[in-house]
């Protein structure tokens, strides 16, 4: 299973950004989408999953601002992102808990987005 994100670039406090990550490969289903960050010198962290069925979970520092969704017909998952501030600067990194057609388990994570906020 192969993620390609797309979407980060540099944006001024307040603006917004939309990031997208797509599946591709011998996928039987998804699970779990979701996008984490790391900043410099920092570890990596979760700031938002959603289920196959739609759940979602956010990190309390972006709840309100950030959205998550996703497409099941097309194997994306999206990363709405608005009020954005100098601290939510890092590199954003799409995950997927996929079942391949061959009935294995694949966690698989996109190559990474640079998202960078001025103040």
């Known amino acids: 299973v192969q993620l390609q994100a797309s979407g980060g670039g540099l944006v001024q406090a307040g603006g917004s950004l939309r990031l997208s990550c797509a599946a591709s490969g011998v996928i039987f289903s998804i699970n779990d989408m979701g996008w984490y960050r790391q900043a410099p010198g920092k570890q990596r962290e979760l700031v938002a999953v959603i289920t196959s069925g739609g759940r979602t979970n956010y990190r309390d520092s972006v709840k309100g601002r950030f959205t998550i969704s996703r497409d099941n017909v097309k194997n994306t998952v999206y990363l709405q992102m608005n009020s954005l501030k100098p601290e939510d600067t890092a590199v954003y990194y799409c995950?997927?808990?996929?079942?391949?057609?061959?009935?294995?388990?694949?966690?698989?994570w996109g190559q990474g987005t640079q998202v960078t906020v001025s103040s």
């Open positions: 995950n997927a808990d996929a079942i391949t057609s061959d009935y294995v388990r694949r966690v698989s």
